[in-house]
């Protein structure tokens, strides 16, 4: 069963109903009522049990021809009816690395293809994939790599954490990444999945709508959260790009952004279009709570769960863009830890503009947090 939506009951699969209709039908057959020890009764409650089951495979398959309720293989067979045909596979982190050589040499220097850098740990692998040289006279070349293992573990590298050279080449002296790795993304899931699916719809058109720029920049990677497209003047397109750890966008996302929405067969001839930053709207959180006498849970307990619930809301306030700073929400979430009551001296409600008017859009990004324990106290 897909956790997207429940499951349509095309049929019925309730085993009373359908042994109440077998046992009706074969007392029609035999001509008098069925009582609990009678042979008949028996085969009748057998025969519900096999046809419930039965009932139970014909729901599911008839619910795994809807995207909404599909999952796994069946969900990538209907891929084919949308615009998005085969689901986001594993994608491959890269960064800019500076190699460099001990002096300057009178003819090029060949950085083979498949030269590979890695972090001092050793545990992942980057590598070029063509050959590059360092021109005469020069000393350094900015080259591309790609980590050897697709999925999202191999970004986050800040620039110099990448300065292991393990294959040496001539004259090599030093190398070290200059951007941050980005760009790896573990295979869509099916909740992913199907989102893109919906939101590709829109690439149909080519007058470059909305949603078509926004669906073009989501598909790039599994770990981008939300996208905005606007229109700061005419003919001018801006798109905003918010990653799932509430991260704005590093250049190596930004560039394949541009690179997907730019492409002849997206990007309508009069456009012009940007990967901008949005703008971050910060925030403290500063909460004092108090645990009620009777409680069964201990302090710890319940400091464990409010951590966990600022956590969460925390999470929450930047999973999309133009999502209100709302201490309504935090206090609801705080309230199903078990304390008694909150004080919350911040954040204050504030208004976070969600681009649709053009302007940057926003995004709520948590400064500081003060969590205090007020006690216990009676009801």
């Known amino acids: 069963m897909s956790s997207r939506n429940p499951d349509y009951q095309f049929i019925v699969t309730d085993a009373g109903i ?27 409650r057998w025969g519900a049990a096999a046809y419930v089951q039965l009932c139970a495979l014909i729901n599911y398959a008839a619910n795994q021809n809807i995207p909404s309720r599909a999952e796994g293989t069946n969900l990538d067979a209907l891929g084919e009816l949308f615009y998005l045909h085969e689901r986001p596979g594993d994608k491959y982190s890269h960064c800019t690395m500076r190699f460099t050589i001990s002096q300057a040499q009178p003819g090029a220097i060949l950085i083979p293809g498949g030269t590979r850098v890695s972090n001092d ?32 573990s191999s970004n986050g590298y800040a620039p ?15 190398c070290e990444n200059i951007t941050e790795t980005d760009g790896g993304a573990d295979a869509a899931t099916d909740d992913e999945f199907y989102e893109l699916l919906r939101a590709s719809e829109d690439a149909w058109s080519t007058a470059g709508p909305k949603g078509a720029y926004e669906y073009h920049a989501m598909q790039v990677s599994t770990e981008i959260q939300d996208v905005v ?53 910060e925030y403290d959180i500063d909460i004092t709570y108090y645990i009620p006498n ?7 307990e319940i400091q464990n769960a409010v951590e966990v619930a600022v956590e969460s809301f925390t999470q929450w306030q930047y999973a999309n ?58 009801e």
């Not at 359908?18 to 009748?44: M, N, W, Y």
């Open 18 to 44: 359908l042994t109440d209709d077998l046992e009706k039908l074969f007392e029609q057959i035999v001509g008098h009522a069925l009582h609990a020890a009678d042979p008949e009764t028996l085969i009748a």
């Open 121 to 152: 740990e050793k545990t992942i692998a980057w590598a070029t994939e063509d050959d590059y040289y360092i021109p005469a006279g020069e000393t350094t070349a900015e080259l591309p790599v790609y980590c050897q293992t697709a999925g999202a």
């Open 160 to 174: 110099g954490a990448i300065k292991t050279c393990v294959d040496i080449f001539d004259y090599y002296l030093k």
């Open 229 to 281: 497209a606007n229109t700061p003047q005419p003919g001018h397109v801006a798109l905003y790009v918010l990653m799932k750890d509430g991260k704005l966008a590093g250049e190596e996302i930004k560039n394949a952004v541009l690179a997907a929405c730019s492409a002849e067969d997206v990007r309508p001839l009069t456009d012009f279009v940007e990967v901008a930053d949005p703008e971050e709207v």
């Open 294 to 300: 009777d409680s069964t849970k201990s302090s710890a």
């Open 321 to 378: 863009f133009g999502r209100d700073i709302n201490p309504s929400k935090l206090i609801a979430m705080l309230m199903e830890t078990g304390i008694k009551r909150v004080e919350v001296a911040s954040p204050e409600f504030t208004k976070v503009n969600d681009g649709s008017d053009g302007q940057k859009p926003q995004v709520a990004k948590c400064k500081t947090r003060s969590i205090k324990s007020g006690g216990r106290e009676s």
